[in-house]
Protein backbone atom coordinates (compact mmCIF):
# COMPACT_ATOMS: atom_id res chain seq x y z
CA UNK A 1 0.00 0.00 0.00
CA UNK A 2 3.11 2.23 0.99
CA UNK A 3 4.24 1.75 -2.69
CA UNK A 4 0.90 2.74 -4.32
CA UNK A 5 0.51 5.98 -1.72
CA UNK A 6 4.14 6.76 -3.45
CA UNK A 7 3.44 6.14 -6.92
CA UNK A 8 -0.39 8.02 -6.76
CA UNK A 9 2.13 11.05 -5.37
CA UNK A 10 4.77 10.78 -7.89
CA UNK A 11 2.65 10.73 -10.58
CA UNK A 12 0.46 13.91 -9.12
CA UNK A 13 3.85 16.25 -8.70
CA UNK A 14 4.89 15.11 -12.18
CA UNK A 15 1.32 15.74 -13.74
CA UNK A 16 0.97 19.14 -11.69
CA UNK A 17 4.86 20.30 -11.61
CA UNK A 18 7.00 19.02 -13.93
CA UNK A 19 4.79 18.76 -17.13
CA UNK A 20 3.86 22.41 -17.13
CA UNK A 21 7.18 23.43 -16.42
CA UNK A 22 8.52 21.59 -19.38
CA UNK A 23 6.17 22.79 -21.68
CA UNK A 24 6.79 26.02 -20.27
CA UNK A 25 10.45 25.42 -21.10
CA UNK A 26 9.89 23.85 -24.37
CA UNK A 27 7.84 27.06 -25.70
CA UNK A 28 10.73 29.30 -24.48
CA UNK A 29 13.38 27.08 -26.24
CA UNK A 30 11.20 27.50 -29.47
CA UNK A 31 10.85 23.59 -29.75
CA UNK A 32 7.08 24.30 -28.68
CA UNK A 33 4.95 26.69 -30.34
CA UNK A 34 3.21 29.23 -28.00
CA UNK A 35 -0.18 29.38 -27.53
CA UNK A 36 -2.83 30.93 -29.64
CA UNK A 37 -5.71 31.67 -28.25
CA UNK A 38 -8.44 30.69 -30.99
CA UNK A 39 -11.00 33.58 -32.41
CA UNK A 40 -13.78 33.21 -34.95
CA UNK A 41 -11.76 35.48 -37.19
CA UNK A 42 -9.40 33.93 -39.88
CA UNK A 43 -5.94 34.49 -39.90
CA UNK A 44 -5.37 34.60 -43.77
CA UNK A 45 -6.97 38.17 -45.77
CA UNK A 46 -10.04 37.40 -47.87
CA UNK A 47 -8.65 36.86 -51.79
CA UNK A 48 -5.13 35.96 -50.73
CA UNK A 49 -4.40 32.76 -52.74
CA UNK A 50 -1.10 33.12 -53.90
CA UNK A 51 0.35 32.18 -50.42
CA UNK A 52 -2.27 29.04 -50.43
CA UNK A 53 0.55 26.83 -51.82
CA UNK A 54 3.68 28.73 -51.86
CA UNK A 55 5.73 26.14 -53.61
CA UNK A 56 3.71 26.78 -57.13
CA UNK A 57 4.39 29.83 -59.06
CA UNK A 58 1.89 29.25 -61.84
CA UNK A 59 -1.42 30.64 -61.45
CA UNK A 60 -5.19 30.44 -62.55
CA UNK A 61 -8.59 31.29 -61.58
CA UNK A 62 -11.33 30.17 -60.00
CA UNK A 63 -15.24 30.83 -60.39
CA UNK A 64 -17.83 29.61 -57.82
CA UNK A 65 -21.29 30.20 -58.83
CA UNK A 66 -23.02 29.14 -55.24
CA UNK A 67 -26.68 28.53 -55.31
CA UNK A 68 -29.23 27.19 -52.76
CA UNK A 69 -32.73 25.91 -54.17
CA UNK A 70 -31.51 27.27 -57.35
CA UNK A 71 -31.42 30.74 -56.17
CA UNK A 72 -27.96 32.60 -55.51
CA UNK A 73 -26.63 32.29 -52.44
CA UNK A 74 -25.18 35.85 -51.03
CA UNK A 75 -23.09 36.73 -48.47
CA UNK A 76 -21.57 32.87 -47.75
CA UNK A 77 -17.99 32.56 -47.20
CA UNK A 78 -16.53 29.89 -49.58
CA UNK A 79 -13.19 28.43 -48.63
CA UNK A 80 -10.64 26.58 -50.90
CA UNK A 81 -7.51 25.02 -49.52
CA UNK A 82 -5.31 21.72 -50.66
CA UNK A 83 -7.41 19.70 -47.67
CA UNK A 84 -10.44 20.99 -45.90
CA UNK A 85 -9.40 22.53 -42.35
CA UNK A 86 -8.50 25.81 -41.27
CA UNK A 87 -4.70 25.78 -42.35
CA UNK A 88 -3.37 27.18 -45.52
CA UNK A 89 -6.97 28.23 -46.89
CA UNK A 90 -7.23 31.31 -49.12
CA UNK A 91 -11.49 32.69 -49.15
CA UNK A 92 -14.19 34.57 -50.76
CA UNK A 93 -17.65 35.43 -49.41
CA UNK A 94 -20.10 35.38 -52.49
CA UNK A 95 -21.72 39.06 -53.40
CA UNK A 96 -25.63 39.17 -53.97
CA UNK A 97 -25.45 37.14 -57.14
CA UNK A 98 -24.29 34.18 -55.20
CA UNK A 99 -20.66 34.36 -57.17
CA UNK A 100 -16.92 34.32 -55.33
CA UNK A 101 -14.10 34.54 -58.12
CA UNK A 102 -10.76 33.84 -56.78
CA UNK A 103 -7.19 34.93 -58.83
CA UNK A 104 -3.98 34.03 -58.02
CA UNK A 105 -4.56 30.45 -57.32
CA UNK A 106 -1.44 27.98 -57.32
CA UNK A 107 -2.33 25.41 -60.30
CA UNK A 108 -2.94 22.10 -58.42
CA UNK A 109 -6.20 20.19 -56.88
CA UNK A 110 -7.71 22.01 -53.90
CA UNK A 111 -11.35 21.48 -51.89
CA UNK A 112 -14.51 24.22 -51.62
CA UNK A 113 -15.89 23.80 -48.66
CA UNK A 114 -17.86 26.05 -46.08
CA UNK A 115 -16.45 27.71 -42.83
CA UNK A 116 -19.56 26.80 -40.54
CA UNK A 117 -18.52 29.28 -37.91
CA UNK A 118 -20.27 32.55 -39.99
CA UNK A 119 -22.54 30.51 -42.75
CA UNK A 120 -25.85 31.30 -43.14
CA UNK A 121 -28.12 29.67 -41.23
CA UNK A 122 -30.79 30.07 -43.89
CA UNK A 123 -29.19 27.75 -45.80
CA UNK A 124 -29.20 24.98 -43.70
CA UNK A 125 -25.72 22.74 -42.76
CA UNK A 126 -23.74 22.31 -45.91
CA UNK A 127 -21.66 19.38 -45.74
CA UNK A 128 -20.14 20.18 -49.17
CA UNK A 129 -16.27 19.03 -50.04
CA UNK A 130 -16.14 20.16 -53.85
CA UNK A 131 -12.71 18.94 -55.59
CA UNK A 132 -11.24 21.45 -58.20
CA UNK A 133 -8.92 21.92 -60.56
CA UNK A 134 -6.64 24.61 -61.02
CA UNK A 135 -5.19 25.02 -64.73
CA UNK A 136 -2.43 27.19 -65.07
CA UNK A 137 -3.25 30.93 -66.85
CA UNK A 138 -7.44 29.17 -67.11
CA UNK A 139 -10.80 30.26 -65.38
CA UNK A 140 -12.47 27.18 -64.02
CA UNK A 141 -15.96 27.63 -63.80
CA UNK A 142 -18.20 25.85 -60.78
CA UNK A 143 -21.77 25.41 -59.58
CA UNK A 144 -22.61 24.20 -56.55
CA UNK A 145 -25.95 24.23 -54.96
CA UNK A 146 -26.22 23.88 -51.29
CA UNK A 147 -28.93 22.30 -51.37
CA UNK A 148 -27.20 19.20 -52.58
CA UNK A 149 -25.01 18.79 -50.17
CA UNK A 150 -27.30 18.39 -46.83
Do not use: H, R
Not at 4 to 20: D, H, K, M, Q, R
Not at 38 to 66: A, M, R
Not at 72 to 87: F, H, M, R, S
Not at 122 to 138: L, Q, R, T
Request: proline share 6%; glycine share 8%.
Amino acid sequence: MKKLLIGFFAGLLSATIILPLGFLIGQKAGFIPPFKESTDESDYKEGECQNINPSVSEYGSLKVNLLYSGSPAKNTEVDLAITPGPDNICYKVTGENGKAEFTNVPVGNYYIFFNMNNYPEEYGIACAEVEVEISKDETTEITIDLLDYQ
